[in-house]
């Protein structure tokens, strides 16, 4: 899974935590196990990491995934200031039919045009806040499909039953998350797949709320 290049500007956030940190290319590219030359491709966003590239450039800095990502989301939303405050003419967005459509029994009756639909703001509320990634894998159908563009908010914190992305060690999975006694539990949709159980001897964290997906039929 990989971080979506345009909704993040990991190379600049990259860069303030390496020399915040008085490291060089070189030396983070050491710490981390990484090239040098792949970390400078990282820095100029000729690249788009990979989940596990932030996971191991953010322990090389001594500081959380997380924090990567939450300071590039940072970045882009000043970067949208910016933008907002000298707008130009915005493309027209397609027509929003508010009148439901039945999934059952055909309904009859006029279908109205209540306004224009802007996806991005019907669907992510906190641009900031939010980041997408791509699914891999079948553990979490039929909720969830191989292939599906997913919404993650890394700021809502997670209640019984909702979809996660979660960090376990160095991997990372899409789970529904259950807290309980004995710690977090992370269940598949997919019966097929195994539970996950998370307690105080496993490294592992939550990183975001799956709050929708987008599909192409």
């Known amino acids: 899974m990989s971080i979506n290049e345009n909704n993040l500007k990991f190379g600049q956030a ?23 030359t792949y970390i400078s491709m990282l820095e100029r966003d000729v690249k788009n990491p990979t989940l596990g590239t932030i996971s191991k450039l953010a322990k090389s800095l001594g500081i959380t995934p997380l924090d990567l990502v939450s ?21 027209s967005r ?20 209540d306004k224009e639909l ?8 906190n641009p900031v806040d939010t980041f997408f990634i791509k699914a891999s894998g079948d553990s979490m159908t ?9 919404i993650i908010s ?16 160095n991997e990372y999975t ?19 797949h195994n539970e996950i159980n998370v307690d105080a001897e496993t490294e592992g964290m939550i990183c975001g709320v799956v709050t929708g997906i987008c599909r192409s039929l």
């Not at 300071?71 to 493309?91: A, D, E, F, I, T």
């Open 14 to 36: 990259l860069k303030e935590a390496r020399l915040s940190k008085g490291l060089s290319q070189e030396e983070l590219a050491l710490e981390s196990e990484l090239d040098r």
């Open 174 to 192: 899409i789970k529904r998350y259950f807290k309980t006694s004995k710690g977090i539990k992370l269940v598949p949709d997919n019966s097929h």
């Open 118 to 125: 802007s996806l991005d703001e019907e669907f992510i509320k």
């Open 71 to 91: 300071r590039s989301q940072q970045l882009v939303g000043n970067s949208v200031g910016s933008r907002l405050s000298n707008p130009r003419k915005s493309p």
């Open 154 to 169: 890394n700021r809502k914190k997670p209640q019984n039953g909702q979809v996660v992305l979660a960090q376990i060690g």
């Open 142 to 150: 039929p909720t969830i499909w191989d292939g599906d563009i997913m």
């Open 94 to 113: 397609p027509p929003f039919y508010g009148t439901s459509v039945s999934c059952g029994r055909p309904l009859l009756g006029e279908h109205s045009t």
